[in-house]
């Protein structure tokens, strides 16, 4: 996972090839397992919390990285629960910084 959460996400422009499914399956490997890859279009976690006011946090905190890396995720929250989905919109598939955003975020859960 640090290999990836220490990565700068360099955002797409479009123009980008997806990743292919090999590179996707390769990837998912080096992040939390709770990751999915929905359809092969995008990444989606959930996580649990205790109240409602850890999981504003924890989607503030998530928001903080996403304004620090230019690269933004689609959120959830409710009352002791966070899900986010992951994808580059440009191109409307997956890249390698979607992964390093999901990365990140693992190392504030």
């Known amino acids: 996972m640090d ?3 220490n990565k700068e996400c360099i955002p797409c422009k479009g123009g980008v090839p997806p990743l292919s499914n090999s590179e996707m399956d ?3 490997e080096k992040i ?4 999915q890859i929905i359809d092969r279009h995008h990444l989606f976690r959930v996580w ?3 109240d409602f006011e850890s999981a504003l946090q924890f ?3 998530a928001g903080e990285i996403c304004e ?3 690269h933004h995720a689609n959120f ?3 009352w002791g629960r966070v899900s986010a989905q992951i994808w580059t919109h440009k191109i409307d598939a997956l890249v390698e910084a ?3 955003l999901a990365a990140k975020f693992d190392t504030i859960s």
């Open 48 to 50: 649990s919390f205790d």
């Open 59 to 61: 989607t503030n905190d």
């Open 3 to 5: 290999e990836l959460s």
């Open 26 to 28: 390769e990837l998912l």
């Open 32 to 35: 939390h397992s709770d990751w």
């Open 76 to 78: 959830e929250l409710s």
């Open 98 to 100: 979607d992964f390093i």
């Open 68 to 70: 620090q890396q230019n």
